[in-house]
């Protein structure tokens, strides 16, 4: 399927971008196996992510539909003499809400991506920090942002 020249997706190591769906994936197979192909806008700009099947199937066990938004961070380790890649994933779900306000149905985390979650509440504390400048942070503030992020984040 041609992605009809929109940009792709090539994720940098340690740099979490937010995405928003579009539509739903593209699912095919060729030769190198099944493919994912995701519509998906970034900062207002609509792209395709190839997605791998371990990233496929947390975005299908998160029931994200368009309009939901995630994260995706590529992040590498040392395994031996070896450097992988692992690509983490974290869903941040509209609210879907009846006529009077009152949720409908409850999609989001299902406890099996908290670790992900709370490592990235970690970072970003971290990052809420160092971007304050001459306020004298401690460890038991990044921890109270971590929470409070965590806390918000893993009710969705």
Known sequence: MANNNRPKIELKI?????????????????????YYLYTVEESGVEKVYFATQ???????????VA???FILEKTASQKGKRVISEITFEAIPADRTNGNGSIVEHIGTNGDNLK????QCLKDAVEVT???DGVPFQ???????ATTL???RSRR
């Open 67 to 69: 309009g939901d938004e």
């Open 116 to 119: 992900e979650i709370m490592h």
């Open 54 to 64: 371990e990233v496929h199937m947390k975005i299908q066990q998160s029931k994200l």
């Open 14 to 34: 340690n740099e979490p971008v937010r995405f928003k769906l579009l539509r739903e994936p593209y699912e095919g197979e060729n030769q190198y196996g099944p």
């Open 150 to 152: 965590f806390i918000q």
């Open 139 to 145: 460890t038991d503030d990044i921890q109270k942002l």
């Open 130 to 132: 160092r971007a304050v």
